[in-house]
């Protein structure tokens, strides 16, 4: 399962970094997607993926016998969704007042205020 | 309780401006109470942390590794303390110089949710905590930077979105292999936790991420290109405050990680940082000289310094840093009164061109002055703030042997200086052209009322010239200063003192 979300998150951060690179403005706000989505992935991945062992102390104990599953990750992850879901939203608005107002969609004519 | 005040200030003003949002002249009122009440606050927490040492709240109040830690060293004070002047000083600014429209648009609220993520990140201690108020301040300067949406700033803040997010990604990447890693997020006890491991791979790998994540926030040399594409697109208000606090948290967040956390790297980090801060300084300064426009020579100009502020932890002393921290104080201060200057030389030319515009000294000599004061303090001319800051920077690098670097930094000031005197000579110094075509776009940029015009220039004066005073005693005060600076850099060279401060859990 490790190997297998391994390989998940690095697919979508290269292609997110891929994407990161193209020309259309709508395929660099897919890649920023992509790239928080792999991420998040990595963060829920590297908690160490427990199955079946929720983090309940049982009665009588004092702690909960290891290994559990961490909740913590996914804690951090779902504010991580939470935040990126909030900027990805206006980076698209912004994408669209951007071609509206500058008329194209491609990232090589939007370098006025470059140099 | 002292530590929530400079989170809980701008959140309450903002809150409050948001529900008068049909109320401009409210949410007006608002912005410079809220800015003033969190100027008195920070202070009040500076001077207690100096008297009685670092400080520590647990949010919610669960013991120590687990939940979130808020705590003030002097570094995180100080830095609290130059965001409240800042803001302070902009908020008046705007009241002159920001246009109604914007200020319709939430522009107070705005502001104050800017201010809450950058005091936030200078307090938090917590990396994962750290991740959420640059955030905070993204999202609240994402719309303040495209607020008017105009085409340049529209332009200029895709460029920003995108390498600002980029830079969130791979902190977060960062901080889950940490999490992987120690199993804890709690600043402090991440620096525990991490010193058997220092040497493997992982932990190199997890200050790298760090260095690029808070390299592009900070603007670092090959890292910077979406500082001076965007920095000069939104009114000069929102530009000022950019220029004074954003990049600084960069800065403070490198600080921060490399002094508590990867300290055992102590050969290969300050090596690297050393090198990048050459490269940026002499890239930033190089850029500045070809620029033809006010706020994008101010810009490269801000590049330029940051490697001057990460020069002190690239050479990993005590004085080193000490220069740092003093270099952070200094350069908050006068770059934002610089980009002020530029708006009210906007405001009375209408133009930020240096081929526009000229003439100055002649028509507008007290503005001149308030010109000249920041500029020479960034070049470093004595006796005000910006000398005193190279000459500690300078003295750290010859103690610590590092001659190229000095050479750099003392070759970089001489062209700072040169880049300043071209905005002197272009102008304040040259006769203005007489240009029919801009004389019409003068007349018709002047407001409509006498009365709000007088208003206008008085308030935008007031407060660059309250800066431009502040420069100047940084540099008569020097002493003062740079005892706080050295108690700052003690703490961060011997992090004991904030590692049991978080941890051990006093009375709350």
């Known amino acids: 399962m490790e190997l297998l979300l391994a390989i998940v998150i690095g697919s979508l951060y290269a292609t997110g970094l891929y994407m990161l690179l193209r020309r259309s403005v709508v395929k660099l706000i897919i890649g920023l997607g992509l790239l928080s989505n792999g991420s998040n992935l990595l963060i829920f991945t590297i908690g160490r993926l427990v199955r079946g062992r929720p983090p309940i102390v049982p009665e009588g104990e004092s702690s909960v016998p290891s290994p559990f599953a961490d909740p913590l990750p996914q804690a951090l992850i779902l504010t991580a969704i939470v935040i990126s879901f909030g900027v990805l939203a206006f980076a698209l608005v912004l994408i669209h007042r951007a071609y509206q107002k500058v008329g194209t969609d491609d990232l090589d004519d939007l370098k006025t205020t470059d140099m | 309780m002292r530590l929530l005040f400079p989170i809980a200030i701008p959140l309450t003003t903002a809150v409050l401006g948001l529900f008068a949002w049909r109320w401009r002249a409210v949410q007006r009122g608002l912005g410079v109470a809220g800015a003033a009440a969190l100027l008195i606050t920070s202070f009040e927490l500076l001077k207690s942390v100096w008297q009685q040492g670092p400080q520590a709240t647990w949010v919610g109040n669960w013991p120590p590794p687990f939940g979130i830690t808020l705590i003030a060293d002097l570094l995180s004070a100080i830095m609290v303390a130059l965001a409240a002047v800042i803001g302070f000083a902009v908020a008046l600014y705007s009241l002159a110089h920001v246009d109604p429209a914007r200020e319709a648009f939430g522009y107070y609220p705005l502001l104050h949710i800017l201010l809450m993520g950058v005091c936030g990140a200078f307090l938090t201690g917590d990396l994962f905590n750290l991740y959420v108020w640059f955030e905070v301040m993204l999202m609240a300067s994402f719309v303040l930077l495209a607020l008017g949406g105009e085409r340049a700033q529209l332009e200029g803040a895709i460029k920003y979105v995108t390498l600002n997010l980029m830079a969130s990604t791979l902190f977060l990447t960062a901080v889950g292999l940490l999490y992987g890693t120690v199993g804890t997020l709690n600043m402090a006890d991440v620096a525990l936790k991490i010193r058997p491991l220092a040497s493997s791979g992982i932990t190199t790998s997890i200050a790298f991420l760090l260095l690029t994540a808070f390299g592009i926030k900070a603007a670092i040399f090959p890292l910077f290109f979406w500082l001076p594409a965007s920095y000069h697109t939104p009114p000069v208000a929102v530009s000022a405050v950019f220029a004074g606090l954003l990049t600084k948290v960069g800065v403070y967040a490198l ?167 071209k905005i002197w000579a272009e102008v304040f110094w040259k006769p203005k052209e007489s240009d029919p075509l801009t004389e019409g776009s003068v007349a018709s940029r002047v407001p409509p009322m006498a009365e709000r015009a007088a208003m206008r220039s008085r308030l935008g004066l007031w407060s660059s010239a309250g800066l431009a005073v502040l420069t100047a005693m940084i540099g008569l005060g020097a002493d003062f200063v740079l005892a706080f600076a050295e108690a700052a850099a003690e703490q961060l060279r011997h992090p004991d003192l904030y590692i049991s401060t978080m941890l051990q859990r006093g009375h709350p």
């Open chain 2, 255 to 421: 600080l921060r990680v490399f002094t508590l956390i990867f300290i055992e790297q102590e050969r290969t980090i300050p090596t690297v940082v050393l090198a990048l801060s050459a490269l940026t300084m002499l890239t930033g300064v190089l850029g500045a000289v070809v620029q033809s426009e006010f706020r994008r020579i101010l810009s490269f100009n801000i590049v330029s310094h940051i490697g001057y502020m990460i020069l002190g932890l690239g050479l990993f002393t005590t004085a080193g840093l000490a220069g740092s921290i003093f270099y952070i104080i200094h350069h908050i201060i006068v770059i934002t009164n610089l980009f002020l200057v530029s708006g009210l030389v906007h405001a009375v030319q209408g133009s930020f061109d240096l081929g526009r515009l000229g003439g100055l000294y002649r028509t507008h000599p007290g503005l001149a002055v308030l010109f000249l004061i920041p500029a020479l303090s960034l070049s470093g001319v004595p006796p005000l703030s910006g000398f005193f800051a190279k000459l500690l920077l300078v003295r750290a690098g010859l103690h610590a042997e590092q001659w190229s670097i000095v050479a750099i930094a003392l070759g970089v000031s001489l062209l700072t200086l040169l880049s300043m005197m």
